[in-house]
């Protein structure tokens, strides 16, 4: 049921001199092989961090176009893609679950494979794919419809083809894999729809299935294709039967930290948003309510899906306020081995790498109205004024009890990945600076059906910027600098060994900024609003810099009030690739 392309293009000399099989050494080793990127985030730590510094505060006003590539055709959708560069070729998702192989030297397209999308597919935020992963002779990626295929790398033939989730109950796939010791790991997508969130192994060689991990307390892993062991404890944190239909979508895949050989998921809302259906609207006592384990970070281990530990951002979330943003692994300026998040709930946290402790937390986003702060143990100091109220007043076309909250529920940072540079020790975080009018209403589950209980609109705080890109201070919680936008930022962010910041802007702005100073240093138009991730590598002794340029997204769908102030923003759908010129 799928269908691929074979391009005229095809070099028969790249094929006869093809590299090795990606190993697992090339996959752990993807930060320093400057040669290659075979996995999302430039290495599985997710740094998004280049040792090649031939691009540099010096040089980068020097950058000039290479080649440009076209993903054609009516399906110029959001492009959050990250590409990967392997054996003299580039590899790009599109949008409605496309890849490509090009060329890196011509960026003449080598093959093509679309997916045959069924009818009724339902992605929440844009029929967006952020990237693919490589090991051995194949190329692995997921589709809308909740699927993972396994492509080999020079011709795209069809390798196998295994069903993640039914996506006529609301499952969909848009995240990149990730490869640990010959495993695919992945999670899922669908957390407005009552789905259960869950990560999964597979066999790379063959897709079967090694071992799953449900989120939400109560539903039970498997193991081999037996069961394992219960995730939490039964009703410990759910009321009644809701555990059932929790949440927790896993829907930007993880991290993967070598030294502890642990896997770090986050996990999205709980559902429904509506937390008073979830907890009567009640303050708690200890952890009961908490409705573990949404909005969280997990850390499993690879080899079975047992959980090791797991950190809550978000406990009885009621704003939308997903956990998935992507975990860091780095060493701080004292030599302690940390992981780092910007939570969608407007705060960074610093956690202990070998069990998952809280270590500290700072905003990062201005206003937040949600709490006063984070206690001693990491957990919120809830303002329950600013929480959404009884739904029993949103009947006969009125809303429930309504609040202002800072951040709005597309976040103070959402899936836009963050870099940390180990130049500076410093965290670079797309950030926006919103808010919402939220209220919430009477909701009942119904499988495939919307599943929020909640009524919102979202507003800008400022008049001249939304978007903010920071440079944080993980050790003090400084803010060094901030990069103001007037759009949302929504792209994806790189750091260099060069003194470089790369990110990329709604209005289509592909910049380099300096990592001291926040100095726009160099800028590109690339025709559409940049919401993709950029990568860096090196070829025949000449640094290269991509990304994807097409605008789409939440914001145009979910943005209320700042969608209309950005419906002037032209889709398209391009890979751009830049190198100095001679």
Known sequence: MKRFILAATVSLMALSTAQAAVTEADVANDQTITSQVVTNGMGRNLQRFSPLEAINKDTVGSLVPAWAFSMGGEKQRGQETQPLVYDGIMYVTGSYSRLYAIDVKTGKEIWQYDARLPEGILPCCDVINRG???YGDNIYFGTLDARLVALNLKTGDVVWNKK???YRAGYSYTAAPLIVNGLIVTGNSGGEFGIVGEVQARNAETGDLVWTRPVIEGHMGTLNGEESTMTGTLNATWPGDMWKTGGGATWLGGSYDADT??????TGNPAPWNSHLRNAGAPTEGNVGDNLYAASRLGIDPATGEIKWHFQTTPREGWDFDGVNEVVAYTDREGNDRFA???RNGFFYVLNRADGKFVSAVPFVKDISWASGIDENGRPIYNEDNRPGDP???TDGDKGEMVFAIPSFLGGKNWMPMAYSQRTGNFYVPSNEWGMDIWN??????????YLGSGFTIKPLFEDYIGSLKAIDPDSGEIKWEYKNDAPLWAGVMTTAGGLVFTGTPEGEFIALDD?????LWSFQTGSGIVGQPITWEMDGEQYVSVASGWGGAVPLWGGEVANRVNYLNQGGMIWTFKLAK
């Not at 209403?441 to 919307?450: D, F, K, N, S, W």
């Not at 001291?516 to 726009?520: A, H």
């Open 132 to 134: 693919a992963a490589i």
């Open 164 to 166: 993640i989730a039914d």
């Open 261 to 266: 050989d642990t896997l770090v998921f986050g």
């Open 341 to 343: 998040t910007a939570d």
């Open 392 to 394: 029993s007043a949103a």
């Open 441 to 450: 209403e009477p909701v009942t589950y119904r499988e495939g059906a919307a």
């Open 516 to 520: 001291e100073t926040g100095e726009k």
